[in-house]
Structures are given as structure tokens and as C-alpha cells.
């Protein structure tokens, strides 16, 4: 009710002042470590092209997200924004006829013969494309242009590695590993693994990272669809990873309640060796200890039999209001904002991985190098043509947590879901 309320104040607020025409593009955002980047490439565009381009923000992503709501009520969307959320909540933008679809801006090539679809990172433009069937009932194209990627791996610290007598160039490749690994941590008195486990959605995605490795996508998405139960053994083992985790003490105790803030302290101030984070803590690890000393690995698999994969794709996404007088300006700015040199600044500037594939060539930061190539493991659920419904995974999560408490086994929790699911 109180969401409610604030929209439809922000709808007569939104109505009352509509703007007038104006003679520049405007842009909504909600990111504040890039405002100041944004401003300074707007310049340079103005400079470059006589376009002078606006960027308005809006800050925390809620209160972003309920003035967006209330400008599309209103028809009093920017040239350009961005909607926050999971992919059903895109497809509503674009069904009720606000995004404009960039299919065939994507494909039209440049004076050297590249297309802009070319240039970026297939999985970054994955997350703003709909196929012909979908079940969004969302036409088929591309409908947002990714302005960087992300991806989430495991970190490991290798001063501590150091300090246990481990090589730092050689990470653990398998579960098995990654249990002795453990045991040399801690005899060494460090602690071995922490993440911010109280924000369900990384207990998530660790979670279906091993459920892909040891049962393979399809017999994933088959348990989804109904046709193989959560009973199944290849659940069980899945579940135990994280009883692994409780039984040789690889985790920290303060992980299962813990939000993600406090555990990037926690790895940032070199108190536990291992932690689960995406690419967006490069720029927040900086700011917390710039003289850390980190890398990038896959999560250690428990099976042979599948590859281990990763959540990861595009990070934010710009979109064109499909109603906009100057679409086709907006459209040419987004062009120029994900070319390979404004690209390297953005990346540059705020320490996230860039969406065009040349700027990589431009980039120096061996960290930042490092996040990229582990975007060939890449998968991510706004990709898969089916979800779980929100009350099993949300089950999932917390019952892993009870798990990693030793309050509930993994047995116990596949028989829960499998219930839940009937």
C-alpha cells in the first residue's frame, strides 16, 4: 500500500510538472558511482556532435524505480532510462508500448562495416532480448543497449594463500580441493569462507552454479518444468555442498545472517580467504583496502560430468523510450556511449567490466581483465526459457540456510521442495 501511495504522488507530481519540448536528450538514471563519469561523457558527446545530452539521477534504485512507474503512467518517460528488476518487469515496459525496440539500430553497420550488435558481448545483449516465443508474449528483438557486464566467480586472496603455504596461482579446481585448501586455511588460523549468505539471492545462484555442474541444464530447467522431482539424488548432492560447507568449518558463522556489505569487509580486510562476489566489488574493494591482493576463480566442482557455469550477463542497461521526439538521437547516443574508447572510460572510472568486446584491448587493470574472461561460463536465469516459482526457490534459499546452521540435512530439504512443488 505504501509503494502505491508514493507512485500515484509521483504520478500527479509527474503530471503536473510535464515537461515541455526541449532541445536535448534526457536521461534517467540511478547510479551514482557513475554520475560523475556520465557528466563528463556528455560533454565530450556535446563537443563531438552539437547534441547536448542530460543525465538526471535519481537515487536509491527504489525510489528510481517508483518514478519510472509513475512517468510511464503519465507518458512522462525520458529519451532514455532504464527499468530495474527481473525480465518480467522489462516485458511489462514493453508491452504497454514504452521501450522501443533496437533491433534494427543493432544491425545496421558503422562506416566500417561493423554492426552494433558486433561489437558487444553476445551475453551482455541476452538479458534485453526476447526470442519469437517467449513467455512474455514480447515481440521478438533486442530492447535495451548493455552499458557494461558482470558476472559472479569466487575470490581468493593471495597473500593469505601466501601465508597457508598454498601457490596463489593455482586455486582449487575441485570440491574436493577446496575442502583441503580449507584444512591448510585453517591450521594457518585463517578463516576460510564468507559471503553475504542473509541476502538470499547468492545462496541462489551458488546453489543452481552446482546444480548445473553435477546435473546439467536441462535436467535443471526439466525439475522447473515438473518432469524430474526435487528428490532426485542429483538434488541431494547439490543441497550438500553446503552441508560440506557447516561440517569442515569452511564458512564463517556470521555468513548465513550476514548482508553483503559486511562480508566484502570481511574479505577486503583480509579475514577470510575465500568469498562469493561479483564484478561490481572490484570498485568497492578499491575503496576498502586498494592494496588488496585477489583473483578470480570458478566455484570447484563437484562433478565431472558438467561444465561449471556462473550467473552473469549484462550489468545496467539503457533503453529508449519507443514515444520519444528525438529516438533516433537517443539512439545514436547509446551507440556512441558503448563504443570501445567511452567504453575503456566508464570501466576505467568506475571499475566495471565493459560491455563492448574491443575495449577490453584498452584496459590495463589486470583485475578487471581477469572478471572478463570469465564470461565465457556465463548463464543466468533472465536467459533460461523457464524459472522456478518464487515460494520453492525462496524455500530453497532458506532452507539451505537452515543447512548451513545444521538445523535441516539435505535430504530433508529435496523432501520439502519436492512437497512444495506437488
Known amino acids: 500500500m505504501k509503494n502505491l501511495v508514493i507512485a500515484i504522488i509521483l504520478a500527479i507530481l509527474v503530471s503536473g510538472c510535464a515537461r515541455e519540448e526541449v532541445d536535448y536528450v534526457s536521461v534517467w538514471h540511478w547510479m551514482t558511482d557513475r554520475a560523475d563519469a556520465f557528466d563528463e561523457l556528455a560533454i565530450q558527446y556535446r563537443d563531438k556532435t552539437g547534441v547536448e545530452v542530460r543525465f538526471e539521477l535519481y537515487a536509491p534504485s527504489p525510489s528510481y524505480s517508483e518514478r519510472i512507474r509513475a512517468a510511464a503512467q503519465t507518458d512522462n518517460l525520458p529519451d532514455i532510462f ?235 542497461s539503457f533503453l529508449v523510450n519507443a514515444r520519444a521526439a528525438r529516438k533516433d538521437e537517443a539512439v545514436e547516443f547509446l551507440r556512441w556511449l558503448t563504443a570501445d574508447e567511452q567504453q575503456a572510460f566508464l570501466s576505467e572510472e568506475t571499475r566495471n567490466l565493459p560491455s563492448n568486446k574491443d575495449s577490453l584491448d584498452l584496459i590495463e587493470e589486470e583485475i578487471l581483465i581477469d572478471f572478463s574472461q570469465r564470461m565465457q561460463h556465463i548463464t543466468h536465469p533472465n536467459v533460461w526459457p523457464v524459472t522456478e516459482e518464487h515460494d520453492i526457490r525462496e524455500a530453497m534459499n532458506r532452507g539451505i540456510q537452515q543447512i548451513l546452521i545444521g538445523e535441516r540435512t539435505p535430504e530433508e530439504l529435496a523432501n520439502r521442495l519436492e512437497r512444495l512443488k506437488n
Open 82 to 316: 532504464g527499468v530495474l528488476g527481473e525480465k518480467r518487469d522489462l516485458a511489462s515496459f514493453i508491452n504497454a508500448g514504452h521501450v522501443a525496440n533496437l533491433s534494427g539500430y543493432m544491425e545496421k553497420p558503422d562506416s566500417t562495416g561493423l554492426s552494433w550488435r558486433d561489437t558487444l558481448f553476445p551475453a551482455a545483449l541476452e538479458i534485453n532480448k526476447f526470442r519469437e516465443v517467449n513467455v512474455y508474449e514480447v515481440k521478438e528483438g533486442i530492447y535495451g543497449a548493455p552499458i557494461d557486464i558482470m558476472n559472479i566467480p569466487m575470490l581468493y586472496n593471495k597473500r593469505l594463500f601466501e601465508r597457508a603455504g598454498l601457490d596463489p596461482e593455482r586455486p582449487p579446481l575441485t570440491w574436493d580441493e577446496f575442502i583441503e585448501y580449507g584444512q591448510k586455511l585453517k591450521q594457518a588460523g585463517i578463516n576460510v569462507f564468507s559471503s553475504g549468505f542473509g541476502e538470499t539471492w547468492l545462496i541462489e545462484s551458488l546453489a543452481y552454479n552446482y546444480a548445473f555442474n553435477i546435473m546439467g541444464e536441462e535436467k535443471v530447467l526439466d525439475t522447473f518444468r515438473g518432469d524430474v522431482p526435487y528428490s532426485d539424488i542429483g538434488w541431494v548432492h547439490t543441497f550438500t555442498i553446503f552441508e560440506d560447507m557447516k561440517k569442515h568449518n569452511l564458512i564463517t558463522e556470521d555468513s548465513v545472517t550476514m548482508i553483503n556489505r559486511l562480508a566484502e569487509q570481511q574479505f577486503a580486510t583480509e579475514r577470510v580467504a575465500f568469498s562469493f562476489n561479483g564484478s561490481w566489488c572490484v570498485n568497492v574493494y578499491r575503496g576498502m583496502n586498494p592494496d588488496l591482493e585477489y583473483s578470480t576463480m570458478l566455484p570447484p566442482k563437484y562433478s565431472d560430468e558438467h561444465n561449471m557455469v556462473i550467473w552473469g550477463g549484462a550489468g545496467s
